[in-house]
């Protein structure tokens, strides 16, 4: 491809991703919004975050799996409740690879 196809290309995808995203702030900025509004939207990283991260816990190959093999579910939920309660993401971040660690290290014994 020619170089000024990509440089475009880049520039192109630029705009737009970057209008979406900066529209509301420009938009919203300066204006007052209702409590109720404030407190739907706190709730939109979760949800999102959640449907990201759902499918890969309980899906294996297409199938739903809850079985005792799919150590990535099981240790997602003392992470999640670590999260929780602390608010840290680090600390769910660290809670979660070392599960994963100890539950892998332990199933291969």
Do not use: E
Not at 43 to 48: C, G, H, K
Request: glycine content about 6%; hydrophobic content about 60%; aromatic content about 12%.
């Amino acid at each position: 491809m020619d170089q000024k196809i990509i440089f475009m290309t880049i520039c192109g995808m630029l705009v737009v991703t970057y209008i979406p995203r900066m529209l509301p702030v420009v938009v919203l900025a300066s204006r007052n919004m209702p409590p109720a509004l404030i407190r739907w939207l706190s709730f939109i990283p979760t949800a999102v975050l959640s449907a990201l991260l759902l499918p890969d816990l309980l899906l294996k190959g297409g199938q739903i799996d809850v079985g005792m093999d799919n150590i990535f579910l099981w240790v997602a939920l003392p992470t999640f409740i670590v999260s929780w309660k602390t608010k840290s993401f680090f600390g769910a971040i660290f809670t979660g690879m070392i599960l994963v660690a100890a539950a892998r290290f332990l199933i291969d014994c």
